[in-house]
């Protein structure tokens, strides 16, 4: 990184969180290309969120502290889960679409229509091990997160919500309009209140009266095991906070599961498959695999006889089932496996049973074949 990330916020090395958080929503404010028209504001800002990104997140902050630079995916250093951030405003979602939608509802002491926050959506990535046995994470995600300083409430140091002056409190404006039929009123949304009837005073010089900001949050969730993909969870409260307290909306979880090296998931039910020789075939085996648990063996009964492709089910030992204490079943696909290599005696045995089952082998007919034709 060529710019120094401290001197873009303008914040000491030793700056706290609170304070890299304080620095970063003045020059956003400064900076978001929605109020500052300069030609390279939209590149300033994004330098100041990429800025951000690192400053804000402890380990990727003592990455750059230490090396300078801040390579790998996002927050993999210290286990959290930076997620797939694809919610009701659109996929792709950032910081400084926040900073838009911040911009855009309740600025000025101001109250839209709409106060209560929105659900968002995250994606969450997780292996099939830890479905197994269920899984505690961190996500860090952003969103328009209550104001710390007016406690959500919008207000500034002796403010309160007074009527509005521009609609006398009643939220519509009444507007007439003089045609060759008459007079016509329509009535209007207030713009300086947003219907609401009410403004503010004095409003909080931190969110400018709307009660939130963008923040970056970071949440510790727990992932039932036997969850399957594509089931969602949501957390109550945690999506978009509303305007001057406001209900928030909901997070809502979608769990994604990926692919695993050595098992097929069916629902509840494992698929994996098993290599047995010839000689386990014929005879019958008992062989040990590892199973979808930590540190689990499950022994597979081979039959006598078993052929290329069979399966065999093994039960109880597949997936945990979602708030069930019970568990799927594995169905273990045999491949009859034939050896590319012989030492000298095992050529022997296979061909003295060749000969006891009176078979052509190696292109010549065995003695026990010959003998057969020699007598017919």
Do not use: W
């Not at 963008?214 to 305007?243: C, F, M, N, S």
């Not at 009964?301 to 089910?313: H, L, S, Y």
Request: proline residues 4%; contains cysteine; neutral net charge.
């Amino acid at each position: 990184m060529a710019v120094d990330l401290y001197n873009l916020l303008e914040v000491p090395k030793e700056a706290t969180e609170a304070e890299i958080k304080k620095a970063f929503y003045k020059k956003a404010r400064q900076l978001h290309p929605d109020v500052n028209k300069a030609p390279d504001a939209e590149e300033r800002f994004k330098e100041l969120n990429e800025a951000y990104d690192v400053l804000s997140d402890p380990n990727k902050r003592a990455q750059y502290d230490r090396f300078g630079t801040v390579g790998g995916p996002t927050g993999a250093a210290g286990g959290y889960q930076y997620v797939d951030f694809g919610d009701l405003f659109g996929s792709g979602f950032g910081m400084g679409d926040l900073f838009s939608q911040f911009f855009g509802g309740g600025a000025q002491g101001r109250s839209p229509a709409r106060k209560e926050g929105r659900d968002m959506g995250v994606g969450l990535r997780l292996t099939l091990e830890e479905i197994a046995i269920g899984a505690k994470k961190e996500i860090v995600y952003d969103r328009l997160a209550p104001c710390e300083a007016c406690k959500g409430t919008g207000l500034g140091k002796g403010g309160s919500f007074v009527d509005c002056s521009n609609c006398g409190g009643r939220g519509r404006i009444l507007s007439v309009q003089h045609t060759f039929l008459g007079d016509m009123q329509t009535q209007t949304t207030c713009p300086d209140c947003g219907g609401s009837g009410k403004t503010i005073d004095t409003p909080c010089p931190e969110c400018e009266g709307q009660g939130r900001l963008p923040d970056r949050q970071h949440l510790k969730i727990d992932v039932p095991r036997g969850i399957r993909d594509g089931q969602q969870l949501r957390l109550q409260h945690h999506g978009e906070a509303g305007i001057h307290g406001a209900k928030a909306g909901d997070l809502i979880v979608t769990v994604r599961i990926d692919s695993h090296n050595r098992f097929q998931r069916d629902g509840d039910n494992l698929h994996t498959r098993l290599e047995a020789s010839i000689a386990q075939a014929s005879l019958g085996a008992t062989i040990e695999v590892d199973g979808i648990l930590s540190n689990e063996k499950i022994e597979v009964a081979i039959p006598i006889g078993c052929q290329n492709d069979q399966t065999v089910r093994v039960r109880n030992k597949g997936m945990p089932v979602f708030k069930r204490e019970s568990r799927g079943d594995l169905f273990v696909h045999v491949t009859v496996t034939v050896p590319r290599k012989l030492t000298k005696r095992q050529q022997e045995l296979l061909e003295e049973l060749a000969v006891e089952f009176g078979e052509e082998v190696g292109g010549k007919k065995t003695v026990s074949q010959r003998l057969k034709d020699a007598l017919s």
